[in-house]
């Protein structure tokens, strides 16, 4: 799930990840019925453009939502995110090619990606801008 309301990847046993290692004093985190959980492990997301500190994340095993992928942590690491009413592409700034990409859910409207699938990271991805200083190609 794109996430632009946290500050760090936030998985759970399901999330696939590189390689998992466990932490014993795993951050907390207050969830939105005022409980706590505690990450038990950490991992790297499989999105082999972006740095290890771009990609790494929490795993808590009371998370039932699924990965939440923190935009703003994506972005810190020189990507644009942009979205539309039915899409999200995550592109790395310094090549403009498309290293991650997701479609919204039309019941619950969120942003879904497949960290499962193999990214095509050939594309780029061609948008109308206002800016004469960013090109994008499809």
């Given at each position: 799930i794109a996430d632009t309301g946290c500050n760090?990847?936030?998985g759970n046993p399901r999330t696939p990840g590189v390689i998992r290692r466990e932490i014993k004093?795993?951050?907390k985190v207050q969830i939105h019925n005022g409980a706590t959980m505690q990450a038990t492990h950490e991992t790297n997301l499989p999105i082999p453009s972006l740095s290890s500190t771009a990609?790494?994340?929490h795993i808590y095993p009371?998370?039932?939502s699924g990965t939440l992928v923190?935009?703003?942590q994506i972005c810190n690491d020189g990507c644009w995110a942009i979205f539309d009413k039915n899409k999200v592409w995550i592109i790395k700034k310094d090549t403009g090619k498309i290293i991650l990409n997701g479609n919204r859910n039309p019941q619950d409207k969120l942003w879904y990606f497949d960290l499962n699938k193999k990214q095509?990271?050939?594309?780029?991805?061609?948008?109308?801008i206002m800016s004469s200083d960013v090109n994008f190609e499809l």
């Amino acid at each position: 799930i794109a996430d632009t309301g946290c500050n760090h990847h936030s998985g759970n046993p399901r999330t696939p990840g590189v390689i998992r290692r466990e932490i014993k004093f795993g951050p907390k985190v207050q969830i939105h019925n005022g409980a706590t959980m505690q990450a038990t492990h950490e991992t790297n997301l499989p999105i082999p453009s972006l740095s290890s500190t771009a990609t790494h994340t929490h795993i808590y095993p009371e998370n039932k939502s699924g990965t939440l992928v923190s935009i703003g942590q994506i972005c810190n690491d020189g990507c644009w995110a942009i979205f539309d009413k039915n899409k999200v592409w995550i592109i790395k700034k310094d090549t403009g090619k498309i290293i991650l990409n997701g479609n919204r859910n039309p019941q619950d409207k969120l942003w879904y990606f497949d960290l499962n699938k193999k990214q095509d990271q050939t594309k780029k991805l061609k948008i109308p801008i206002m800016s004469s200083d960013v090109n994008f190609e499809l």
